[in-house]
C-alpha cells in the first residue's frame, strides 16, 4: 500500500506530464483538435510538412507537434523548440514597439516620420508620410529587395544598411488612399524606435516585448521581418497580448481595427471566419529553391491560437491557414 500511495502522489502532483497538453477539452474542440492531427499526419507523409505547429485554447495548450527535417539533406529532424524564420511576422513587434513609445508620449501616431527622421531625402515623403500610414501599410512606399538584391544582399537584417538603402525612395501610390504592403515602410518605423527610444531596434524589442514574454528562444530581425523563433515562444507572446502584458488592451485594441479595405491595422492582420474575428500574421520568404519560409500566427476570438513555423513549402498561409479554417467551423 504504501508504494501505492506513493504512486499516487506522483500522478497528482505531476499532472502536466507529456508536454502539457490538456486532455479534458470538450468534445467540439477534441473533433478540430483529432481533424488537424491527421491533416498534419497526411502533409508529413507526402513530405510536405516540415516545420513545428502549436494550438491552444485560452491558456492551455492542446497541440504541439513537429514534423520532417531541418534541412535540404534530411539530416537533422526538428524537434518541438526548433527555431525557424519569422519572416514579417516580426513587424507585429515592430507595431507593438511604436504603441508602447507612443503610450509613452514619444511618438504621435498622426506625426510625420519626417519629425523623426531629418535625413529622409524625398521630399513628398518628408511632407506626407505619417506614423499611422506606415503601421497601416497606406503609406504608398514600396519594398527594398531589389536595391538590396544590387547591393549586399547578406546585410538582409542589418535594419542601418537597409535604411539607407530606402531613405530616398519615392511613392509609388498616393498617401493614405489604399493598402499597399510595404516593406520600406517598416524599416522606417525601425528607424524611427530608434531615433525616439536612444536603443538600437534589437535591444529595444530584446528589452520591451522579448524579455516581458519571457521568449527565450527568439532571435530579433530588421524591423520589417526577418529572425527566428519556436512554437512556444509565439504562443507567450500571443498570450502576453490577450492579456495585456505588452500594451493595454485599450490601446492593443486600436492595433487590430481595420485601417483600410485590405482588413489591416496597425502591424496586424484582421480575419473574420465563420463570424469568428482573429488578429495575428503571416509571412514566407522564397529563393527560387526548396528551402524557404512559411510562418503564420494568430489569435482567434473563440479562444484558440495557432501557430506554424515551417522552413519548406512557403506558399505564404499554407498549413496555419488550414488550421485556423478548421479551428473556426461552426459544429455541425
Given at each position: 500500500?504504501?508504494?501505492?500511495?506513493?504512486?499516487?502522489?506522483?500522478?497528482?502532483?505531476?499532472?502536466?506530464?507529456?508536454?502539457?497538453?490538456?486532455?479534458?477539452?470538450?468534445?467540439?474542440?477534441?473533433?478540430?483538435?483529432?481533424?488537424?492531427?491527421?491533416?498534419?499526419?497526411?502533409?508529413?507523409?507526402?513530405?510536405?510538412?516540415?516545420?513545428?505547429?502549436?494550438?491552444?485554447?485560452?491558456?492551455?495548450?492542446?497541440?504541439?507537434?513537429?514534423?520532417?527535417?531541418?534541412?535540404?539533406?534530411?539530416?537533422?529532424?526538428?524537434?518541438?523548440?526548433?527555431?525557424?524564420?519569422?519572416?514579417?511576422?516580426?513587424?507585429?513587434?515592430?507595431?507593438?514597439?511604436?504603441?508602447?513609445?507612443?503610450?509613452?508620449?514619444?511618438?504621435?501616431?498622426?506625426?510625420?516620420?519626417?519629425?523623426?527622421?531629418?535625413?529622409?531625402?524625398?521630399?513628398?515623403?518628408?511632407?506626407?508620410?505619417?506614423?499611422?500610414?506606415?503601421?497601416?501599410?497606406?503609406?504608398?512606399?514600396?519594398?527594398?529587395?531589389?536595391?538590396?538584391?544590387?547591393?549586399?544582399?547578406?546585410?538582409?537584417?542589418?535594419?542601418?544598411?537597409?535604411?539607407?538603402?530606402?531613405?530616398?525612395?519615392?511613392?509609388?501610390?498616393?498617401?493614405?488612399?489604399?493598402?499597399?504592403?510595404?516593406?520600406?515602410?517598416?524599416?522606417?518605423?525601425?528607424?524611427?524606435?530608434?531615433?525616439?527610444?536612444?536603443?538600437?531596434?534589437?535591444?529595444?524589442?530584446?528589452?520591451?516585448?522579448?524579455?516581458?514574454?519571457?521568449?527565450?528562444?527568439?532571435?530579433?530581425?530588421?524591423?520589417?521581418?526577418?529572425?527566428?523563433?519556436?512554437?512556444?515562444?509565439?504562443?507567450?507572446f500571443g498570450q502576453a497580448l490577450e492579456t495585456g502584458k505588452l500594451l493595454a488592451n485599450d490601446k492593443f485594441a486600436q492595433m487590430i481595427q481595420s485601417q483600410s479595405n485590405a482588413h489591416y491595422g496597425?502591424?496586424?492582420?484582421?480575419?473574420?471566419?465563420?463570424?469568428?474575428?482573429?488578429?495575428?500574421?503571416?509571412?514566407?520568404?522564397?529563393?527560387?529553391?526548396?528551402?524557404?519560409?512559411?510562418?503564420?500566427?494568430?489569435?482567434?476570438?473563440?479562444?484558440?491560437?495557432?501557430?506554424?513555423?515551417?522552413?519548406?513549402?512557403?506558399?505564404?498561409?499554407?498549413?496555419?491557414?488550414?488550421?485556423?479554417?478548421?479551428?473556426?467551423?461552426?459544429?455541425?
Amino acid at each position: 500500500m504504501k508504494y501505492l500511495y506513493i504512486l499516487l502522489l506522483v500522478v497528482t502532483l505531476f499532472p502536466s506530464c507529456g508536454g502539457g497538453l490538456k486532455e479534458n477539452i470538450n468534445e467540439q474542440g477534441d473533433r478540430k483538435i483529432q481533424k488537424i492531427k491527421m491533416y498534419l499526419t497526411e502533409r508529413a507523409s507526402k513530405d510536405s510538412l516540415h516545420g513545428v505547429v502549436l494550438v491552444g485554447k485560452n491558456d492551455e495548450i492542446l497541440l504541439h507537434e513537429a514534423h520532417g527535417y531541418v534541412d535540404l539533406d534530411s539530416v537533422q529532424k526538428h524537434v518541438l523548440d526548433s527555431q525557424i524564420g519569422l519572416a514579417s511576422l516580426g513587424k507585429m513587434f515592430t507595431a507593438i514597439a511604436i504603441m508602447q513609445l507612443e503610450l509613452e508620449g514619444k511618438v504621435e501616431l498622426e506625426a510625420l516620420a519626417s519629425r523623426y527622421l531629418d535625413d529622409l531625402e524625398n521630399k513628398t515623403v518628408r511632407d506626407s508620410v505619417k506614423i499611422k500610414h506606415l503601421l497601416s501599410h497606406t503609406s504608398g512606399l514600396g519594398s527594398y529587395w531589389a536595391e538590396l538584391r544590387a547591393g549586399d544582399e547578406g546585410k538582409g537584417e542589418d535594419l542601418g544598411y537597409i535604411y539607407s538603402l530606402v531613405k530616398n525612395d519615392s511613392l509609388l501610390k498616393p498617401v493614405g488612399k489604399a493598402f499597399g504592403y510595404s516593406n520600406s515602410g517598416y524599416i522606417l518605423l525601425g528607424r524611427i524606435i530608434e531615433e525616439v527610444s536612444g536603443l538600437t531596434y534589437r535591444n529595444y524589442v530584446i528589452q520591451n516585448i522579448f524579455d516581458t514574454c519571457e521568449m527565450t528562444h527568439t532571435a530579433i530581425g530588421a524591423s520589417a521581418g526577418g529572425g527566428q523563433s519556436t512554437v512556444a515562444d509565439m504562443w507567450k507572446f500571443g498570450q502576453a497580448l490577450e492579456t495585456g502584458k505588452l500594451l493595454a488592451n485599450d490601446k492593443f485594441a486600436q492595433m487590430i481595427q481595420s485601417q483600410s479595405n485590405a482588413h489591416y491595422g496597425y502591424g496586424f492582420m484582421i480575419d473574420n471566419r465563420n463570424g469568428v474575428k482573429s488578429f495575428g500574421h503571416n509571412g514566407g520568404w522564397w529563393n527560387g529553391e526548396k528551402l524557404g519560409v512559411a510562418a503564420y500566427f494568430f489569435v482567434i476570438d473563440n479562444g484558440y491560437t495557432v501557430v506554424s513555423l515551417s522552413n519548406r513549402n512557403p506558399d505564404v498561409g499554407g498549413i496555419g491557414d488550414h488550421m485556423h479554417k478548421i479551428l473556426t467551423e461552426k459544429a455541425n
